[in-house]
């Protein structure tokens, strides 16, 4: 059935067909429209304008938007929701000054999460994965990608990759999946690090793509986790199986992982809380997609990225919320943005833009998401009426999202 929004106070992040990314004095643009009307048809927006020209929609279902604000969807291009239990308990070490490198050298952090999920079933795991997604999906996102990497073994990465395939045959929102064998040395396998990396490449991932199971491939290249070599052996392995990389960069240390990840034309490098004018440079003119993670660098208390400095020089940026139980409990993208805005001095526009079309680049679904665009998926959320967009990101906690729409369908929020 048809759907017919009306009375909307302004329609925000409009984008040309066609514009997959924004980049550098792109990104500070934000297309909006004044009290308008939105239709859409079998899940995709098919027109919008003016409330002078509103159409009949004698056959449609009608919204009355109130005077609020039209936002496209979130789109979360990082994160690792399927896990299992949580680690409060570390979140205390921290407090008591350990730092997240201590905890993963005492056995704790990524492996004490293997463990957990290992002694969880794969029932069990998707309904705790089920109740973060509808969390997120009632704070505006519509479109997400999730990492595997927390089984560490070929059972248990399959395990994890095939609760991300059943929740995206359950839930209307885009789902894409990463094989993220490479996040950490599984226990068994400590000292033994290039067997471990040997049998990611020979063993994990002609398992997973056998399955067809993943869209990504991804590895932590940073100090204490893979090495560049590493990256570049499995980045080259994924390959093989028609995967692209999104890699985990510079996050503890500067890595050298930009430079692996834009060399092996990696679709995303992201964290990048390390990273100076060099990679900066590196990242120029690619297809790369530099993606910040404001959630981890603020719960870890690390460094922000130098966002103002990537955009001046002409880069693309996307926001993530990198939501995991170690350094991201929290999958609320809107606090992303306003994160983004207070503590990496982007404007407004810059983040909402990397939090949406960029975002939507950083997981290759920017054709069909990540702005209001004729032929775009019909995925927005509506707010209550507010005096400005800025409003919205300076609000912060403020519950201003009054609907949600995913496909064109209205969800429960
Ligand atoms: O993106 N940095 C590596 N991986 C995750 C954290 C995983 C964890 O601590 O459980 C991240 O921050
Ligand atoms: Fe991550």
């Known amino acids: 059935m048809k759907l017919l929004v009306k009375n909307i106070g302004t329609i925000v992040g409009i984008q040309p067909p066609g514009r997959l990314r924004v980049c550098g004095p792109e990104m500070g643009q934000l297309e909006t429209l004044d009290d308008a009307w939105l239709l859409a048809d079998e899940g995709h927006i098919t027109a919008f304008g003016p409330m002078t020209e509103c159409p009949p929609g004698e056959d449609a279902r009608i919204v009355d938007a109130e005077g ?35 905890i993963a050298r005492r056995g704790g952090g990524i492996l004490n999460s293997a463990d957990r999920l290992h002694e969880t079933s794969e029932e069990e795991l998707y309904h705790q994965a089920m ?103 499995i980045i080259k392995a994924g390959h093989e199986y028609g995967l692209r990389a999104k890699i985990h960069a510079n996050e503890l240390a500067v890595s050298g992982g930009v430079e692996v990840g834009v060399a092996h034309g990696a679709l995303s490098v992201d964290h990048l809380e390390r990273i100076g004018a060099a990679q900066i440079e590196t990242l120029h003119g690619t297809t790369t997609m530099p993606t910040l993670l404001p959630g981890a660098a603020f719960f870890l208390g690390m460094i922000y990225p130098p966002a103002r400095a990537m955009i001046d020089a002409g880069l693309g940026i996307a926001l993530a919320s990198d939501y995991n139980p170690g350094s991201s409990p929290s999958g609320n993208m809107r606090t992303v943005v306003s ?75």
């Open 68 to 102: 609020g604000m039209l936002f496209p969807s979130f789109c979360d291009s990082h994160t690792h929701i399927v896990y299992a239990g949580s680690r409060e308990q570390e979140f205390l070490d921290k407090i008591n000054g350990l730092s997240y490198e201590e």
């Open 131 to 233: 109740e973060r997604v509808r969390e997120i999906t009632r704070m505006g996102t519509g479109a997400i990608e999730i990492k595997s990497g927390y089984g560490l073994s070929t059972q248990d990465e399959l395990k994890m990759l095939r609760v991300i395939g059943r929740i995206r045959q359950t839930i209307p929102l885009t789902v894409r999946a990463t094989f993220l064998g490479a996040h950490t040395v599984a226990r068994d396998y400590i000292g033994r690090q290039a067997e471990y990396v040997d049998l990611v490449c020979n063993e994990m991932l002609p398992a997973v793509a056998r399955e067809g199971l993943a869209d990504f491939v991804d590895v932590f290249c940073d100090e204490g986790f893979f090495t560049v070599e590493e990256t570049a052996q």
């Open 339 to 413: 994160m983004a805005s207070i503590c990496m001095k982007m404007t407004p526009a810059e983040a909402l833009n990397a939090a949406t079309l960029n975002s939507a680049y950083a997981m290759g679904i920017s054709a069909e998401h990540g702005s209001i665009t004729q032929g775009k998926a019909a995925n927005f959320f509506l707010t209550a009426p507010m005096p400005s967009v800025t409003y919205f990101i300076y609000a912060y906690q403020t519950p201003l999202i009054r609907r949600i729409f995913v496909g064109g369908e209205e969800l429960p929020i």
